[in-house]
């Protein structure tokens, strides 16, 4: 199997829930071709916090301008991406790589210049050495932070880990898709968790604001997985065990 899932920012800072992802993964790691491709909003936020800048969104995106964007590189990259590796590698996963989408230009964008250094529209997913290491059954770590062409140079910028999942299931074709959060699921105006989701349902969640904040793009995202992919299914939770909310054509 096709495995892809996003692990939010908030999951690796519970231990408790990292372990039970981790435990998910080591079931299935040698047979089936994992990529994981890790946020880490909070743990920048607390680093900026650290250096006094007041983070800022625009529409649940963070907006990044040149100090942030050293700051997001150095926590994702570096800081979760390499403490990620280490607790896979201690929990007996050792065919594991960390990466950006810098590396081999894995995800080339548009800059968004109302979010700073910040690439929305992806131009280029080059999936090449993805593939390889996927194919000799590694599993795959993946930082959003990618490129943008400026001119006639790239610049380094922070990409939406929800969008770098839809950018790159074009080329992965996973069978299974997984958001795992802090958050159940999606809910409804009475805090009902939604059990079944249909992509035709999303906008009016989104006009009605039944859902707000980061979860918007998040469904965004997912719109776009089923509208390039032959995804039947996508997962938002908070328990990699659980399916919280299934997401259906």
Not at 102 to 114: A, F, G, R, S, Y
Not at 127 to 148: C, H, I, N, P, Q
Not at 181 to 198: P, R, T, W, Y
Not at 213 to 239: A, H, Q, Y
Request: net charge positive; charged share 25%; proline share 1%.
């Amino acid at each position: 199997m096709k495995l892809l899932i996003k692990l939010s920012g908030k999951v690796i800072d519970d231990e408790k829930q990292l372990n039970s992802f981790l435990g998910f993964i080591k079931k299935r790691y040698g047979k089936d071709k994992i990529l994981i491709v890790h946020g880490g909003g909070k743990q920048v936020s607390l680093w900026m916090q650290k250096f006094s800048i007041e983070p800022k969104f625009v529409n649940g995106l963070r907006y990044t301008d040149e100090q942030t964007l050293e700051i997001v590189t150095g926590v994702l990259c570096g800081l979760i991406n390499k403490f990620l590796i280490q607790k896979f590698i201690n929990y007996g996963i050792t065919k594991v790589v960390g990466l950006s989408c810098v590396d081999n230009k894995i995800l080339v964008t548009q800059l968004d210049k109302k979010l700073g250094f910040v690439g929305r529209e992806v131009e280029e997913v080059n999936f090449e050495l993805l593939d390889l290491l996927l194919k000799k059954r590694y599993v795959v770590l993946l930082s959003s932070v990618g490129l943008a062409k400026q001119k006639k140079n790239f610049v380094v910028v922070n990409i939406n880990a929800d969008d770098v999942i839809s950018a790159v299931a074009v080329k992965f074709n996973p069978e299974k898709v997984i958001f795992l959060s802090d958050v159940e699921g999606v809910f409804d105006n009475n805090n009902n968790l939604i059990k079944s989701l249909k992509i035709k349902d999303i906008d009016r969640l989104i006009t009605q604001k039944i859902v707000s904040s980061g979860m918007v793009p998040k469904l965004r995202s997912i719109e776009r997985l089923f509208l390039l992919c032959n995804i039947k299914e996508v997962f938002i939770t908070n328990d990699i065990w659980k399916e919280g909310t299934k997401i259906i054509k």
